[in-house]
């Protein structure tokens, strides 16, 4: 690999840069070196979903998603790295102007319209998750619902106008005269932008293309950081003020970003999209559709990836409590050597793991669903869309004959590592699943966990939360009028049509 500049479309033209810090933002590239100031800057961590732009690739061939062929995907503008943008191409709010004609774009004169924006500093990011649902459902000839459309926002926050005008505006923008990107030049200067060679840019930052050059470049360095969609380290940047020094960024290995299932297993790439791994896993088990639409936010699940959750390794994590209760293992890798373990044995204590200097996370491999076990997810928090969970818990079991023949209960949020709840796994195998069973588990619960107190909830909180959430498993999977899931799930009020993730 040879250093060259960061090279990337944006604005009509491919803009290239060679003096900015390997880890300078995004959003700070744009507002004080572009002076394109419509991308505001709110919390500076991903949370508020004022900095919202939109990052468009060349679409994989057969891709359902894609938009006159380009992967468009909403991202936090203020915790990417601007190296990360090379090879792609970038929009943001002063795009949207002048799309199919002079005027404004369709969501923007919907928000217009519907008054969907009063101090309007919120505004460009929601404007520009609305596009991206825009540009999608026009690809594909469909119209969101109320709810579809407020999945596709919860990674927007806003503090004065409220959400209901918003949703509106989001019907709206249909109705108005439509109006679709030009997709072909972008597609033509990404085709120009395309390289087999792995980049370089200065001595701090490398991307190669292929998992023998990153194996072999991780293991000549072994001190250098793995740099996936920045979700986590974006905030060592912008909230730490920390030197990350060199980086190895994996977001460019193909091989890393398949998720697919060979031979009875789920296969997810360790540099897949959260997005695209939670779509999978549901996939396979539709009971993990509200989990997944709760993970964070559309733009942290399309930056950031399901294996970067999981060498991170929070013990407040939610991708990590649901692979261990599928029986996941995870695949790591240092030079030629590829080893493979149970998940539940990779974490040792808080935040620390069983990679070796040199080895990086490979993979995950899941078992496809079979016959006889249920699964289960939930997560507990005090905000209900794109907030960090007090308790996530994830509920596999196997009955045969009324009695529990396997049983898998993994909980996050409860001790310094996410793991099973051995004693009230133990207090359910080979026992008839009844309500007296349950409440064995449940007493187990205190002898498996002391939680701490910290300021999402008081340990005493977090053992009720687990106890319920027992108590809800067994209501969903008893063998006498087990509850259905539509009196279980939070969209019950409102109707939550499945598929509400493609807006995403």
Same mark, same amino acid.
């Given at each position: 690999?040879?250093?060259?500049?960061?090279?990337?479309?944006?604005? =009509?033209?491919?803009? #290239?840069?060679?003096?900015?810090?390997?880890?300078?933002?995004?959003?700070?590239?744009? +507002?004080?070196?572009?002076?394109?100031?419509?991308?505001?800057? =709110?919390?500076?961590?991903?949370?508020?979903?004022?900095?919202?732009?939109?990052?468009?690739?060349?679409?994989?061939?057969?891709?359902?998603?894609?938009?006159?062929?380009?992967?468009? +995907? @909403?991202?936090?503008?203020?915790?990417?790295?601007?190296?990360?943008?090379?090879?792609?191409?970038?929009?943001?709010?002063?795009?949207?102007?002048?799309?199919?004609?002079?005027?404004?774009?369709?969501?923007?004169?919907?928000?217009?319209?519907?008054?969907?924006?009063?101090?309007?500093?919120?505004?460009?990011?929601?404007?520009?998750?609305?596009?991206?649902?825009?540009?999608?459902?026009?690809?594909?000839?469909?119209?969101?619902?109320?709810?579809?459309?407020a999945d596709a926002l919860s990674g927007n926050l806003c503090r004065c106008t409220g959400y209901r005008p918003i949703i509106d505006a989001g019907q709206r923008?249909?109705?108005?005269?439509?109006?679709?990107?030009?997709?072909?030049?972008?597609?033509?200067?990404?085709? @120009?932008?395309?390289?087999?060679?792995?980049?370089?840019?200065?001595?701090?930052?490398?991307?190669?293309?292929?998992?023998?050059?990153?194996?072999?470049?991780?293991?000549?360095?072994?001190?250098?950081?793995?740099?996936?969609?920045?979700?986590?380290? =974006?905030?060592?940047?912008?909230?730490?003020?920390?030197?990350?020094?060199?980086?190895?960024?994996?977001?460019?290995?193909?091989?890393?970003?398949?998720?697919?299932?060979?031979?009875?297993?789920?296969?997810?790439?360790?540099?897949?999209?959260?997005?695209?791994?939670?779509?999978?896993?549901?996939?396979?088990?539709?009971?993990?559709?509200?989990?997944?639409?709760?993970?964070?936010?559309?733009?942290?699940?399309?930056?950031?990836?399901?294996?970067?959750?999981?060498?991170?390794?929070?013990?407040?994590?939610?991708?990590?409590?649901?692979?261990?209760?599928?029986?996941?293992?995870?695949?790591? +890798?240092?030079?030629?050597?590829?080893?493979?373990?149970?998940?539940?044995?990779?974490?040792?204590?808080?935040?620390?793991?069983?990679?070796?200097?040199?080895?990086?996370?490979?993979?995950?491999?899941?078992?496809?669903?079979?016959? =006889?076990?249920?699964?289960?997810?939930?997560?507990?928090?005090?905000?209900?869309?794109?907030?960090?969970?007090?308790?996530?818990?994830?509920?596999?079991?196997?009955?045969?004959?009324?009695?529990?023949?396997?049983?898998?209960?993994?909980?996050g949020g409860m001790a310094a590592i996410v793991r099973h709840a051995e004693r009230a796994e133990a207090a359910v195998v080979d026992k008839p699943w009844t309500?007296?069973?349950?409440?064995?588990?449940?007493?187990?619960?205190? #002898?498996?966990?002391?939680?701490?107190?910290?300021?999402?909830?008081?340990?005493?909180?977090?053992?009720?939360?687990?106890?319920?959430?027992?108590?809800?498993?067994?209501?969903?999977?008893?063998?006498?009028?087990?509850?259905?899931?539509?009196?279980?799930?939070?969209?019950?009020?409102?109707?939550?049509?499945?598929?509400?993730?493609?807006?995403?």
């Amino acid at each position: 690999m040879s250093s060259r500049p960061i090279r990337f479309f944006h604005r =009509g033209k491919i803009v #290239e840069i060679d003096r900015a810090s390997p880890t300078r933002t995004v959003l700070d590239w744009l +507002r004080e070196d572009a002076r394109h100031t419509g991308t505001k800057e =709110g919390c500076n961590e991903g949370d508020c979903g004022a900095c919202t732009v939109v990052v468009a690739s060349l679409a994989e061939p057969g891709d359902s998603r894609a938009v006159r062929g380009l992967a468009l +995907r @909403s991202v936090n503008a203020c915790i990417q790295f601007l190296p990360a943008l090379d090879g792609k191409a970038l929009f943001t709010v002063e795009d949207l102007k002048g799309i199919g004609g002079d005027g404004l774009h369709p969501a923007q004169q919907a928000m217009v319209e519907c008054h969907g924006s009063q101090c309007g500093f919120c505004t460009p990011g929601f404007v520009m998750s609305l596009w991206s649902a825009y540009e999608h459902h026009n690809a594909c000839g469909s119209r969101p619902s109320r709810q579809q459309l407020a999945d596709a926002l919860s990674g927007n926050l806003c503090r004065c106008t409220g959400y209901r005008p918003i949703i509106d505006a989001g019907q709206r923008m249909f109705e108005l005269p439509r109006a679709d990107l030009d997709a072909a030049p972008v597609v033509d200067a990404l085709r @120009s932008l395309q390289s087999d060679i792995g980049f370089d840019y200065g001595e701090q930052f490398h991307a190669p293309r292929t998992l023998a050059a990153l194996a072999a470049l991780r293991a000549a360095r072994p001190d250098a950081k793995i740099l996936a969609g920045s979700t986590d380290m =974006g905030l060592w940047v912008t909230k730490g003020l920390r030197n990350l020094g060199e980086l190895i960024y994996v977001g460019e290995v193909a091989e890393l970003k398949r998720v697919e299932v060979r031979a009875g297993q789920l296969h997810i790439g360790a540099a897949a999209s959260l997005e695209d791994a939670w779509r999978a896993l549901a996939a396979q088990w539709p009971s993990l559709e509200d989990v997944w639409l709760r993970f964070a936010s559309p733009p942290i699940r399309h930056a950031g990836t399901m294996g970067g959750n999981v060498a991170n390794g929070s013990p407040i994590g939610d991708a990590p409590p649901v692979l261990m209760a599928l029986d996941a293992q995870i695949v790591l +890798r240092r030079g030629e050597r590829v080893r493979t373990m149970p998940l539940r044995e990779f974490y040792v204590a808080y935040m620390k793991n069983r990679l070796e200097p040199g080895e990086f996370v490979q993979g995950l491999t899941v078992p496809v669903p079979q016959p =006889g076990w249920q699964v289960r997810a939930h997560k507990v928090s005090k905000r209900f869309d794109s907030d960090i969970s007090a308790v996530c818990a994830a509920l596999a079991i196997r009955l045969d004959g009324g009695a529990v023949r396997g049983v898998r209960f993994v909980f996050g949020g409860m001790a310094a590592i996410v793991r099973h709840a051995e004693r009230a796994e133990a207090a359910v195998v080979d026992k008839p699943w009844t309500q007296a069973t349950v409440d064995a588990a449940k007493q187990a619960l205190g #002898e498996d966990f002391t939680p701490l107190t910290d300021m999402r909830a008081s340990a005493g909180y977090r053992l009720q939360v687990a106890a319920n959430v027992l108590q809800r498993f067994w209501l969903e999977t008893r063998a006498a009028d087990p509850l259905p899931a539509s009196a279980l799930s939070v969209w019950r009020v409102m109707p939550h049509e499945t598929g509400a993730g493609e807006i995403a």
